[in-house]
């Protein structure tokens, strides 16, 4: 199996053997080069409103070794972007136009610690490899978001909100220690007691732009109380779309629990969606309800349902038929 795949192409005006030679120490790996379809698929964005800046070179590392070799060679002449393996809508993993993107796809293992409550996953795992490994293993919750193909490190470093983060917090505040890969190649071992400092930065500035971090240990959460998730719909119109959305704030204001998860979905057209998690336990989440309906009065369609966890991440989620085959070999998903 090769160690690493490098996805290259020719660009400013320099032919694929010219960009290989700029990238020669690159050659200590076991790597493949690709031009053509392949390359365009590897630098696709999933926001297809943006742009490719048009990398020189993505690297595809099967472990922190790799990363190590491949941030040394790339820092010798251009410019390092990472990317954790989701979606990215932001693109902002392409880099500058010439550079090196460090993808880190290939890296995903998690291992879970029941004794600890503490989940170690490397950086190229998506959130649905990780919430399905958390929930299979030791019906373990983090309050990540909902989208399955979400790289877990992009999503950590840049502060992670999901429908359990006012009872639990951010994502990022559930680290304990991260493995991160320096401009120099150096692997650091990061937490509240060595590298202290850039512990801090880590889990709140710069976006994760000090470095290649391969590998984060969260502390989770046992919560076995029923979940209630709900959907409320309208197909609004001039003369309505101003005093839906007006009860829907009269609502925010008047929750107390720090239970309650929720998104607001503005569509063009005047489609409104109100999503709500509550984490309360059935008979409070039944109460929940009543009080928001009390507020929000009317609505075309609604959908509630009470669960567990893994199926209230589901009933929100992306999950097409792509995102089932990659979560088999994690989780038994429900029919």
Known sequence: MKAVELVILSVLGLGVAAREAELDCLKGLDISLIGGETYKNATFYWNTRLTSPEPAAIVRPKNTGDVIRAVKCAAK?????????????????QGNKGGVVVDLRNMKKIEVNKKKRQVT????????????KLWEED????????????????????????????????????????????????????DENTNKDLFFALRGAGGGSFGVVTQFTFSYIKD?????????????????????????MKYYDSITTSAAGSYLDLSPGGSIELGITYSDGRKKNNRHIKELEGI????????????????AFLYFGNFGKQSQETLKPCVTLPQ
């Open 77 to 93: 002449s251009t410019s390092i972007s990472v990317r954790s393996g989701g979606h990215s809508y932001e693109g902002y993993w």
């Open 121 to 132: 996953v490397e950086a190229g795992a998506l959130l649905g490899h990780l919430f399905a």
């Open 139 to 190: 019906k373990g919750v983090l309050p990540h978001g909902l989208q399955d193909n979400v790289g877990v490190g992009g999503q950590t470093l840049g502060g992670g909100f999901g429908m359990l983060s006012r009872k639990y917090g951010l994502l990022v505040d559930r680290v304990v220690s991260l493995k991160m890969v320096d401009v120099n190649g150096k692997l650091l071992d990061v």
């Open 224 to 248: 076995q109380n029923v979940f209630t998730v709900a959907r409320y719909n309208w197909n609004a119109g001039r003369n309505n779309f101003t005093n839906i959305v007006e009860s829907i």
């Open 296 to 311: 929000i009065k009317t609505w075309d369609k609604k959908d509630v349902q009470s669960t567990d966890w893994l199926k």
